[in-house]
């Protein structure tokens, strides 16, 4: 398709280090499914983790916008099997599931016309990293962007500042809480067009404090785009989650 083209063509080609990191990534990976055939997260069927008859149910949501961003893509609705691939991914370790939510972003993000010259994963605090061991929203980014031939920058957006939970906060709260806690890179990002990656989107709060931190960096677009799209409640519910915590 033409515009995969172009966006190829915009972009530099992907780096060395993140094809390594994303083939050990993938043998790390085949190993596991030898041992572990995958079951689809939706319906538990054998063969793949998002089979095609529960990928067919996705819902795509409502067009989004956010303060502060040129264009959000929100790729499925929070509600249902994407739902239940990120809360695998994130809290359940099956880090797996990041290849089939990457591909339903990239699949999305072919829908829109965006000239995007490098893509840049929501970054967790080191504390965080330590903990959970992987950056859930990396390795969706680092998918999406192969499937779409872009390179990935996560040294671009920096998280300077730990953030306490998103969830039981107020819309208002959550942008308090992440304002200033990510810097970015100048020499990554001037003049560039920057597309974001995160795993849900609620508020909006987290992306567009990154965008924030990218703009002030000197880039010259900065969109959106994360896997699903959860519908803000201000009481959320029992296991209700929020990103990128
Ligand atoms: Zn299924």
Known sequence: MIWIERWAEASRTPSVANRLKLLTHQLAMGGLDLLFPP????????????????????????????????????????????????????YDGQTRLAEPLGLLLARALRQTNWQVDLVVPVPLHDTRLAERGYNQ??????????????????????RVRNTSSQVNLSAQERRANVKGAFESNSEL?????????????????????????????????????????????????????????
Do not use: M, W
């Not at 192969?146 to 390179?151: E, I, K, Q, S, T």
């Not at 989107?201 to 924030?212: D, K, R, S």
């Open 137 to 158: 929203a990396k390795l969706i980014s680092l998918y999406a962007a192969r499937a779409l031939g872009l390179n990935v920058e996560p040294g671009a957006v920096r």
């Open 189 to 245: 990002v001037l003049g560039r067009s920057v597309l974001v990656v995160d795993d849900v989107l609620t508020t909006g709060a987290t992306i567009a404090a990154c965008a924030e931190a990218l703009r002030n960096a000197g880039a010259s677009r900065v969109y959106g785009a994360t896997a699903a799209g959860a519908v803000f409640s201000p009481v959320p519910a029992a296991g209700d989650i929020d990103s990128p915590v």
């Open 39 to 90: 079951h689809c997260v939706g319906c538990g069927r054998v063969g793949s983790f998002l089979c095609p008859h529960c990928l067919a149910t996705i819902q795509v949501p409502e067009e989004r916008t956010c303060p502060g961003l040129d264009g959000v893509c929100v790729a499925a609705e929070y509600d249902g099997v994407a739902g239940a691939a990120i809360r695998g991914l994130k």
